[in-house]
């Protein structure tokens, strides 16, 4: 399972564009980068999945730059609402999940 | 689609009292994974089903945990006797296409006094 470093911690203002950067150096070739969110009080949600170059849903898009060491998931025009923890997994189909410790990204008006 | 369903979403018991958490899978969904969390340790793998079969169990803390997966719609994790540091919410998830796209349902916040 590849190591991962994000930050602890980010903050923001309501409509800005917040971009939280992955690092997993050792990510095997058959694994795919996975990012969940986590509300306070809820579960943790799936909110997107790449493996290399860009994917975007209506939720965020995932860079994934050509070496697959790092990732970056952006939100766009971020709101208070999106006030949470993100969790980036590198895992294929098969692997258990472990979540790390995330990056909490705090949303100021 | 009425989601994870898990029950009860809160209990409190006593220090040597059997718990029994309760969660109900989306439909059609073959993986069923119980996970802990606590503000120290994060979220942790609990144990893994695949097709009602236990595929990783590594990650149950002891013999006073044990889960069953009886059909397809419904599996629990007991916890006998509970202690203190049992304390945390404990949330269940499933997934229909391999492990990384889970769904989780809302968990139980269980206290043991």
């Known amino acids: 399972l590849a190591k991962t470093t994000q930050p602890i911690s980010m903050d923001s203002y309501e409509g800005q564009e917040v971009n939280i950067t992955c690092s997993h150096n050792?990510?095997?070739?058959?694994?795919?980068i996975t990012w969940y969110q986590q509300f306070p009080s809820q579960g943790p949600r799936f909110i997107i999945q790449?493996?290399?170059t860009k994917v975007t849903n209506e939720v965020a898009s995932l860079f994934i730059p050509a070496d697959r060491k790092s990732s970056t998931l952006s939100l766009p025009r971020v709101s208070l609402s999106d006030t949470a923890v993100y969790y980036c997994?590198?895992?294929?189909?098969?692997?258990?999940?472990?979540f790390g410790k995330g990056t909490r990204l705090h949303i100021l008006p | 689609d009425a989601g994870v369903i898990q029950s009860p979403r809160h209990e409190v018991t006593e220090m040597g009292q059997e718990v029994t958490l309760r969660c109900k899978p989306i439909?059609?969904?073959?993986?069923l994974f119980w996970y802990r969390q606590t503000m120290m340790r994060g979220l942790e793998l609990l144990i893994y089903?695949?097709?009602?079969?236990?595929?990783?169990d590594s990650g149950m803390p002891e013999d006073r945990f044990s889960a069953k997966m009886p059909n397809a719609s419904f599996s629990t994790l007991k916890i006998q006797p509970s202690e203190p540091r049992d304390s945390a919410v404990y949330f269940c998830?499933?997934?229909?296409?391999?492990?990384?796209?889970?769904?989780f349902g809302p968990g139980t916040r269980l206290t043991v006094t």
């Open positions: 790449g493996y290399k």
């Open positions: 439909s059609g969904h073959n993986s």
């Open positions: 998830a499933s997934s229909g296409t391999g492990v990384s796209e889970q769904y």
């Open positions: 997994l590198p895992m294929n189909r098969d692997d258990k999940i472990i």
């Open positions: 089903f695949n097709n009602n079969v236990p595929i990783d």
């Open positions: 050792n990510i095997a070739t058959n694994d795919y």
